[in-house]
């Protein structure tokens, strides 16, 4: 079939031209310069690794004696833009090690490994895994423990990984580590914080409003009524003021990530563990050994929860049925709500944007309410049939060290060692919209120290099947599918179901 | 139909000696028409029966990779019978499938009716009618997603502009199925426009003078002649869209994704979560298979409707 | 008047079909800020950055390559296989129509329950991550479809002239070569168009059977630009602009084959 030129129809002609068009945009375009923004960040990460020259760094790694390619999972979005931009030439210049980046959404982060694991293809060396799969692939033997690694392939051996993992958050660690040994390094930190406008909470006509409407003065709510309250507060209808300027459109208290992704049981998580319940607890024995899980729902704590969490859709946008949560970050930025009480905190930069977007805006973040954020992080580890572990060990260790996830928060992202979070340099002024939430963020995540251990969330190696279900329920909730009580019923038969067919440990209740 | 003459070998006078044992397994009837299916067999044994058989055993196992399968009887099976999702999810996709098939095909035989003449620059809005069909429904889908959403979806924009309230398509629930089903229905309804075009143009034009003539009404013309002569092949489309709509997936993936809530959550979907994310093989043949049985039945249906109307043609 | 109406009855036509298209094209060239403005942009300047970045971020290139090489290898299996099948369901009725409803019913499987036998079987082939399994994958999908629209097709040669090809002394092969293959010019090519189509545009095979761009086909590749922080609308519509634009420019050739051929030989002439 050739190109024909076909004078009585426009139809081919301009089916061509576009055709073409595209292409030759493509190829001149594509041919342009990388960001310049990106070889100043090169510029400060190598500042600073100098300045801190006793960490590893990448020229620490020692010759790797096998130069079999790698192949790498990595979260896409800017980091894995990032990557091959910027961190793997450089890594492929030291060790000689080629390394293949395979770019995943989160959503199919899981199913699309566990598949490649299951039919043990050996086709991933280095996999990104969630809190949640963690215990599951570790129990499955798909991931080979770091300190048997440290101890086949570093010289500083398995001690020297001790010290290396020493300035990770313990709660994190936590949760990349199964009867003992750590799997994974954590690497993103999406422990939750309440993220809110603080120009309308300190201006002055909303708090006399505040005061005179509710009888105590208008804070960053830390309890849920206070949360409710203000969310009631601040949702005014297109027409009326909002810190003296008339709205055009409606505005919202909340954004809420209601829609039917694994995001909405975050929300109820963070509320049923404010409140002091839980959804299944673990139980140890006395020498630490874990017995199984006491299935906690339906009481009146996930009850209360739930009612809550309904209360508060009154004052969330209607299309918050259908968001994730960068639609909730998103909602924020654009100036629709007045807060987004449970929002990752390594979305900040997208709600913080607000104040470019909206004159007048200013952006903070604070301890959700209840002080239970969902925490959790992404880590990468090493699969067991890794064609080249060698070289996927030295990435990982590459990628989580201070040089690695110093470059990593100046992308944007949330890291999870305390020496890159609290390090000066993301504390001035003029990093606040992308590092400002670390401060906050790290007094959150270190709250969770010892609290991790005792969520059936965070140590069973059925989780990634609960936690559907657990999104499923919620949903079903927020959309008065179900009533409270017959849908938390119908979610413990279902964790009962799965963590009998599939999980570590019985349910012992 | 003329034979194709123009080769140099004399039509007439072949030695028929030539005839090697393969021409011979040729020459007869019975060998012949098997021989041509062998390739098709064959490739019907790896992709086809080795999969139903597969699904079909382990419906009866207990298998959650990675572990070993073993035999469990009828539990998944009864697991399936009393699981309300599943139900739910059943007769979401039943809705899907009898309002998207049945849309479409009145919708695109009225279009095809209506395309049913001469016109300048038919050519070209043919060609333009075929792009739903011909865009990946994986890509549209997500076109779709940012049309219909309430805040910057242009979809509601222009719903406003004229004054009707703001509408949730893709966030409320009693409304998400339906349009999803929009989705789909814009994508496939050129399928039946076209499949119907070419057999209007097939059909002898003498029944229509002679109803002309005669001075019948539109709707008489339609429903005596064009209907019964075109039934096979709505019959044929019909089919082929019902088997296709039972397993509606990429628009889900673009859109929905089951939600909100689960009212969107379509057999496939389900399965697909039970098997892909749970590695729960046993429940996920199980599910499947059943619907396997169900699509059957009703394809069966319409395929004896095919057959008789073909026979009454 | 009635003219009016037809016309304005087209337009609303056209409108409907290639809105949603064009508006990929629109946030293709949209500047990222206005991707979620509201109210909707409609012009702007226009941008192609999102082009350069999607072809970097996705490596658009060899996936390019690869939805061709996975469409035209299917399509080449399917009519392998399916025009000698069909032929023979036309001509002599084999298995008297249980084996053609057979074939047909080999869609009816729900596709979740397919992958995973078809995940254990490449796996066991080494099929894995190559263009051959999925070749093999969409080679399935057309296979009923082909054979369906040929049978229909088959059903309109007269078998007359075969006979009559026959007591002239030609052998089996020379009619099929010299008789029947003409004859076949248009159904074959809408067979190749709809197959070519079909496996162009599939996403979940592409996706699950593929781990890394070696294989990986365009379709599947739209998938990464839903990042953390928010689907990246500008490179994703123009990713999925790359994805679709050849099936568009393609189709406009197409629609005249299937306005030729598409009887399914079910209408009595």
Redesign the interface.
């Known amino acids: ?1 050739g190109v024909t030129w076909n004078p ?5 002609g301009v ?2 031209f ?2 073409g068009a ?1 292409l030759a ?2 190829v ?3 041919m ?1 310069g990388p960001a310049t923004a990106q070889t100043d960040n090169d510029k400060i990460v190598a500042e600073r690794v100098a300045a801190n020259a006793d960490k590893f760094n990448l020229s620490m790694v020692p010759e790797i004696k096998n130069k079999q390619k790698i ?1 790498v999972v990595v ?4 980091w ?2 990032y990557l091959k931009q910027a961190m793997i030439p450089k890594f492929t210049e030291k060790t000689g090690v080629e390394v ?1 980046v ?7 982060m ?3 490994q ?8 050996g ?2 060396d280095v996999l990104s895994m969630e809190a949640a799969y963690v215990p599951e692939w570790a129990a ?1 033997g798909y991931v080979k423990p770091l300190f048997d690694l440290a101890k086949e392939y570093d010289p500083d051996g398995a001690d020297g990984m001790v010290t290396f993992l020493k300035p990770f958050y313990a709660g994190l660690m936590s949760m990349m580590t199964y009867d003992g040994q750590p799997y994974s390094i954590p690497y993103n930190n999406y422990t939750m914080g309440l993220h809110y406008r603080a120009d309308l909470f300190a201006n002055a006509d909303e708090r006399a409003a505040f005061a005179e409407k509710y009888g105590y003065p208008l804070t960053v709510p830390k309890t849920f009524p206070e949360l409710v309250n203000a969310a009631q507060f601040f949702t005014r209808k297109a027409g009326e003021t909002l810190a003296g300027q008339t709205l055009a ?1 409606d505005f919202y208290g909340v954004a809420l990530m ?4 694994e995001q909405i049981n975050d929300e109820f998580s963070a509320i049923i563990w404010g409140m002091g319940g839980d959804w299944f607890r673990s139980i140890y024995d006395k020498t630490g050994k874990l017995e199984g899980y006491e299935i906690t729902i339906p009481d009146r704590i996930s009850a209360v929860a739930a009612e809550t969490y309904l209360d508060l859709l009154n004052y969330a ?7 994730d ?3 909730a ?2 909602a924020m930025a ?1 100036g ?1 709500v007045a807060m987004v009480p449970f929002m990752y905190n ?2 900040w ?2 709600t913080a944007s607000v104040e470019e977007k909206v004159p007048g805006a200013k952006a903070a973040v604070d301890t959700v309410p209840g002080g239970r954020p969902y925490t959790g992080a992404y880590g990468i580890g090493v699969a067991h049939n890794a064609g080249n572990p060698e070289a996927a060990y030295w990435f990982v260790k590459y990628l989580t060290s201070y040089e690695g996830q110093m470059a990593y928060a100046l992308g944007g992202g949330n890291p999870c060692r305390r020496d890159v979070v609290l390090d000066p340099f993301f504390q001035s002024p003029d990093r606040r919209l992308i590092n400002g939430a670390y401060a906050q963020n790290d007094a959150d995540t270190l709250a969770w120290t010892y609290d991790v251990a005792k969520k059936g969330h965070f140590t069973s190696t059925a989780m ?2 609960i936690y ?1 279900e657990l999104a ?1 329920t919620s ?2 909730i ?2 008065k ?1 179900m009533t409270v009580d017959a849908a938390y019923k ?1 979610l413990a038969d279902k964790i009962r179901d ?1 963590q009998d ?2 999980g570590n440990a019985p349910i012992l209740n | 139909m003329a034979l194709d003459t123009s080769s140099d070998i004399p039509i007439a006078g072949r030695p028929a000696a030539r005839r090697s044992a393969f021409g011979r397994l040729l020459d007869n009837d019975a060998s012949f028409k098997w021989l041509l299916l062998a390739p098709a067999i064959l490739f019907m044994l790896l992709l086809v029966v080795y999969p139903t058989l597969f699904a079909v055993t382990t419906s009866f196992e207990k298998y959650i990779l990675p572990r070993k399968p073993s035999f469990a009887g009828l539990d998944n099976w009864r697991w399936v019978v009393n699981d309300a999702s599943f139900w739910t999810a059943f007769g979401i996709t039943l809705k899907f499938v009898v309002i998207a098939v049945v849309v479409e095909i009145v919708l695109g035989t009225l279009i095809a009716l209506f395309l049913n003449r001469d016109f300048r620059g038919q050519t070209l809005v043919r060609g333009l009618c075929i792009l739903p069909l011909v865009a990946a429904p994986f890509a549209t889908s997500l076109a779709w997603r940012h049309l219909y959403n309430s805040d910057y979806g242009v979809i509601n924009y222009a719903l406003q502009a004229i004054g009707l309230p703001k509408v949730e398509f893709l966030a409320d629930s009693s409304i998400a199925l339906y349009s999803v089903i929009a989705i789909d229905v814009w994508q496939w309804t050129p399928l039946v426009v076209f499949v119907v075009f070419a057999a209007l143009r097939g059909l002898p034009k003498e029944p229509f003078e002679a109803a002309r003539i005669d001075g019948a009404s539109a709707w008489f013309t339609f429903r005596r002649l064009t209907l019964p002569m075109i039934k096979p092949v709505l019959l044929i489309v019909a089919m082929l869209r019902l088997v296709e709509a039972f397993r509606v997936y990429d628009i889900l993936y673009g859109t929905t994704r089951g939600g909100p809530g689960t009212s969107t959550e379509t057999i496939n979907w389900l399965i697909f979560r039970e098997g892909f994310q749970y590695f729960d093989l046993g429940r996920a043949t199980a599910m499947s298979v059943l619907v396997l049985l169900m699509v059957l039945v009703l394809t069966n249906l319409l395929y004896q409707q095919l057959v008789k109307a073909i026979r009454e043609g | 008047m009635r003219l009016v109406i037809f016309w304005a009855g087209i337009a609303l036509l056209v409108f409907a079909c290639v809105f949603p298209i064009l508006w990929i094209v629109n946030l293709s060239l949209k500047p990222t800020e206005l991707a979620q403005a509201s109210p909707p942009a409609i012009f702007f300047t226009p941008t192609f950055e999102h082009f350069a970045v999607a072809w970097r971020s996705a490596n658009l290139g060899p996936l390019l390559v690869n939805s061709v090489i996975v469409a035209v290898g299917s399509t080449l299996l399917v009519l392998l296989v399916s025009v000698p099948a069909a032929y023979s369901f036309a001509r002599y009725e084999t298995s008297r129509g249980h084996l053609l409803f057979m074939i047909l019913s080999t869609r009816m499987m729900p596709a979740a329950a397919v992958v995973v036998p078809y995940f254990l079987i490449f796996r066991e082939l080494g099929l894995l991550n190559t263009h051959a399994g999925v070749i093999l994958a969409h080679a399935f999908f057309n296979f009923s479809f082909s054979t369906f629209v040929l049978y229909g097709f088959f059903k309109e040669i007269d078998p007359n002239i075969e006979y009559s090809a026959m007591i002239d002394g030609y052998g089996r092969l020379e009619i099929l070569r010299r008789v029947i293959f003409p004859l076949l010019k248009p159904p074959i090519a809408v067979v190749t168009s709809f197959s070519l189509m079909f496996s162009w545009n599939e996403f979940l095979f592409a996706f699950v059977l593929t781990r890394t761009d070696a294989a990986r086909t365009v379709t599947a590749g739209i998938e990464q630009f839903w990042t953390m922080t928010g689907i990246q609308w500008g490179p994703m519509s123009a990713a999925a602009l790359i994805a679709i634009a050849p099936m568009l420019v393609f189709s406009i050739y197409l629609q005249k084959y299937i306005v030729r051929g598409l009887t399914f030989g079910a209408v009595k002439r």
Not at chain 1, 102 to 108: I, K, R
């Open positions: 079939m009585s129809g426009r139809g081919p089916g061509q576009v055709a595209c945009a493509v001149a375009a594509g342009a192949t979260e896409s979005g800017f894995t833009d293949e395979v770019g995943m959404s989160t959503n199919v899981y199913a699309k566990q598949v490649e694991l299951l039919g043990d293809t086709g991933y499955n459109k209601a829609g039917r992704n946008p209607p299309a918050a049925k259908g968001w949560f960068p639609e970050a998103n654009e629709q390594n979305l930069p997208v990634g099947k559907s499923i949903a079903k927020a959309n599918e119908e799965i067919r599939s």
